[in-house]
């Protein structure tokens, strides 16, 4: 007569922990999102939004879940014949440069970038294009115009500084890594 209260206890506890088995399974299936490296998850919804690079929890219909590219991209800016940069001594120069951009790592830049551009469209070429393109092109010519002709191409590194200061630090989340 005692086994029938302990078979009774050890099939609810069975039952609990195949429920609580169970909602593991779907919170880790459904709700545990991981990023690849380069990437950075964006969850919006309650709570606000949060940025990951690694893992976070999210509630299917009461959050919204984006993956975001944060790698570097290659925009090439070409300025040749009538648009081609004009120099100190006011000769015509044919120049093309390639900018690499990306998004900041930090939690705010990538915040920044999404609500502006949108996690999916954040490197895109036409959109870095479109964003970038007649700031870059604008540096490009003030540069061009404080060097004489012979000397834009043999003092390569003190053009390309000078590209640099001229584009400043504000790109709106985005970084200039680098200018060739």
């Known amino acids: 007569m005692m086994i029938q209260p302990v078979i009774a206890s050890a099939i609810l506890v069975g039952a609990g922990v195949i429920v609580v088995a169970?909602?593991?399974?779907?919170?880790?299936?459904?709700?545990?999102r991981k990023v690849k490296a380069g990437e950075a998850g964006v969850r919006t919804g309650l709570g606000g939004i949060k940025v990951t690079r690694s893992v976070m929890?999210?509630?299917p219909f009461v959050h919204r879940w984006d993956i975001m590219d944060i790698q570097v991209k290659k925009l090439?800016?070409?300025?040749?014949?009538?648009?081609?940069?004009?120099?100190?001594d006011n000769i015509r120069a044919d120049i093309e440069v390639a900018f690499y951009v990306r998004v900041g790592?930090?939690?705010?830049?990538?915040?920044?970038?999404a609500e502006?551009?949108?996690c999916d469209r954040a490197s895109e070429i036409d959109k870095?294009?479109?964003?970038?393109?007649?700031?870059?092109?604008?540096?490009?010519?003030?540069?061009?115009?404080?060097m004489e002709f012979a000397n834009l191409y043999t003092e390569r590194t003190k053009f390309r500084d000078m590209v640099v200061d001229q584009i400043g630090e504000d790109l709106n989340g985005y970084l200039l890594e680098d200018v060739a």
């Open 116 to 118: 502006m551009v949108g």
């Open 22 to 32: 169970i909602f593991a399974a779907f919170l880790t299936m459904f709700c545990l």
């Open 76 to 88: 090439e800016v070409a300025r040749k014949g009538k648009d081609g940069l004009i120099c100190m």
């Open 57 to 59: 929890l999210h509630i």
């Open 105 to 113: 790592e930090a939690d705010g830049e990538i915040i920044k970038v």
């Open 128 to 146: 870095l294009k479109e964003l970038f393109e007649a700031k870059f092109s604008d540096a490009l010519k003030a540069a061009g115009k404080q």
